[in-house]
């Protein structure tokens, strides 16, 4: 049982591993410093390991693996969404200055 | 095979996850939009995965997440010492313009 905990517990960790960032992406609304190649690489193995989970009809592979692919995908979504908004904010400021 | 296969890319993909993340940091040297709370919190859910991975004496387990939670630890080593050197840096310059 206490080991059970231990596996529960640690799923429960990783499962939601990216939200702290994707909650910091929405308060500060910067995103430079955040690797995309890291979201994306960690992306695709998520997807993976869900085929994988879908293969052997593990249903804990896959929920744990579907929750964790649909907060990679909001995180990759406020990357490109903020980092495109700053940029364009920085082309303003700049023709401001002008 | 072809399942196997894919188990292997996902293990892989994810194992090395952060290392994308460290290499940013190494080259940008900023580190302020990085949560450290993410870092953390898939760190100890990586450990746990790790004890869990003793428990059932699963090699593979071990492996993934010895590797894993390896290159997480670089990353919040360098997350630290980014922060704690851009700060003092930041100090420094307003010095310099008083």
């Known amino acids: 049982m ?16 990216f939200v702290p960032q994707v909650i910091k992406m929405f308060r500060t609304k910067h995103v430079k410093d955040v690797s995309i190649l890291m ?12 085929l994988y989970g879908m293969h052997l009809r593990n249903s804990i592979i896959i929920l744990a693996n579907a929750v964790n692919l649909a907060t ?17 904010l920085e082309v303003v400021k700049t023709q401001v200055r002008k």
């Open 2 to 17: 206490k080991w059970e905990i231990i596996g529960y517990t640690a799923a429960c960790l990783t499962m939601f591993g």
């Open 39 to 50: 979201l994306c690489q960690v992306g695709l193995g998520i997807f993976l390991w869900l």
């Open 72 to 88: 990679i995908f909001v995180a990759i979504f406020c990357y490109c969404y903020y980092r495109r908004r700053n940029k364009a």
